[in-house]
């Protein structure tokens, strides 16, 4: 069954009278060469095992399985198991779990399927649930490698460089834990429905170590503080934040110290800059 041709995807949900969740954000792929380049990209094979979310109606995963040694695919919505039973049976190295990602030890699920094998994640995220996803993906802390196809804007965002418009908080935190990577652009009639944006696939790489000295949560607390009000001064924003433990003129003379010029935004660091300034705080 080719599960990205329009005609069997159509009859195949009204085989099993399958109807789309916005709430899910459900966009199935119909073009082949999508679920090819994505697990292509994972850069899989025999010694890997790759955790999937979001397995739709499986085009995704059929490619995974043909590359790793096992794939396990977490699926919440229970209207797709036994389409998954149908599409999959020919891939005797994938296992569905019925489930919600955000509710599930990812780690102890990576432990549990993949022994002996690397574990990777792969997956064409739902919109709604792209930034959480990614973020616990991260911090389980397991994963060789995380590629995933999200929205086009949000992949900017996390591979977006210091200063830009596009860098936030989670692009911090995102580079932060790993290497990323803006690999190529998915246009909107790949999919069924067809969304009303863009999409792109990211690779992050996870970091063997961090990329910064110092106490990640307090290098964190510090971006937090920057980013709530991005459009305030540094100073501002510190100041907001921390003004129970330091008076503006103290505030002023640590971003000094810093090499900052006291005007400047907090968008405008990078994260040996953030670092520098969680140390003095600290």
Same mark, same amino acid.
């Given at each position: 069954?080719?599960?990205?041709?329009?005609?069997?995807?159509?009859?195949?949900?009204?085989?099993?009278?399958?109807?789309?969740?916005?709430?899910?954000?459900?966009?199935?792929?119909?073009?082949?060469?999508?679920?090819?380049?994505?697990?292509?990209?994972?850069?899989?094979?025999?010694?890997?095992?790759?955790?999937?979310?979001?397995?739709?109606?499986?085009?995704?995963?059929?490619?995974?399985?043909?590359?790793?040694?096992?794939?396990?695919?977490?699926?919440?919505?229970?209207?797709?198991?036994?389409?998954?039973?149908?599409?999959?049976?020919?891939?005797?190295?994938?296992?569905?779990?019925?489930?919600?990602?955000?509710?599930?030890?990812?780690?102890?699920?990576?432990?549990?399927?993949?022994?002996?094998?690397?574990?990777?994640?792969?997956?064409?995220?739902?919109?709604?649930?792209?930034?959480?996803?990614?973020?616990?993906?991260?911090?389980?802390?397991?994963?060789?490698?995380?590629?995933?196809?999200?929205?086009?804007?949000?992949?900017?965002?996390?591979?977006?460089?210091?200063?830009?418009?596009?860098?936030? *908080?989670? #692009?911090?935190?995102?580079?932060?834990?790993?290497?990323? $990577?803006? +690999?190529?652009?998915?246009?909107? &009639? !790949?999919? @069924?429905?067809?969304?009303?944006?863009?999409?792109?696939?990211?690779?992050?790489?996870?970091?063997?170590?961090?990329?910064?000295?110092?106490?990640?949560?307090?290098?964190?607390?510090?971006?937090?503080?920057?980013?709530?009000?991005?459009?305030?001064?540094?100073?501002? *924003?510190? #100041?907001?934040?921390?003004?129970?433990?330091?008076?503006? $003129?103290? +505030?002023?003379?640590?971003?000094? &110290? !810093?090499? @900052?010029?006291?005007?400047?935004?907090?968008?405008?660091?990078?994260?040996?800059?953030?670092?520098?300034?969680?140390?003095?705080?600290?």
């Amino acid at each position: 069954m080719d599960l990205c041709d329009i005609r069997e995807i159509k009859a195949l949900l009204a085989r099993h009278g399958f109807h789309f969740s916005k709430s899910m954000g459900q966009n199935f792929l119909v073009a082949d060469w999508v679920p090819r380049e994505i697990a292509g990209a994972a850069g899989l094979d025999r010694s890997c095992g790759v955790l999937e979310i979001g397995p739709g109606i499986g085009p995704l995963t059929q490619q995974l399985a043909r590359r790793a040694g096992r794939v396990a695919a977490v699926e919440l919505d229970t209207s797709l198991l036994p389409i998954l039973a149908e599409t999959l049976a020919g891939c005797p190295n994938v296992e569905i779990i019925p489930g919600d990602a955000m509710k599930l030890d990812l780690r102890a699920v990576a432990a549990e399927r993949f022994p002996g094998l690397t574990a990777k994640a792969c997956a064409n995220l739902p919109y709604n649930i792209t930034t959480p996803v990614i973020t616990r993906l991260l911090e389980a802390g397991c994963f060789q490698s995380i590629t995933v196809m999200i929205q086009r804007e949000v992949a900017r965002r996390i591979c977006a460089s210091p200063g830009g418009s596009d860098c936030g *908080a989670f #692009s911090l935190f995102c580079q932060y834990h790993a290497q990323c $990577e803006l +690999l190529f652009e998915v246009p909107p &009639d !790949c999919f @069924l429905p067809a969304p009303k944006v863009t999409s792109a696939v990211v690779r992050l790489t996870p970091r063997a170590a961090p990329p910064v000295d110092g106490d990640r949560d307090a290098v964190f607390a510090v971006v937090k503080a920057a980013f709530a009000q991005r459009r305030k001064t540094l100073l501002n *924003a510190l #100041s907001a934040a921390y003004g129970r433990r330091f008076s503006k $003129e103290q +505030l002023r003379q640590i971003i000094l &110290d !810093c090499g @900052l010029p006291e005007t400047v935004r907090g968008e405008r660091l990078n994260l040996e800059q953030f670092a520098q300034l969680a140390r003095r705080l600290g």
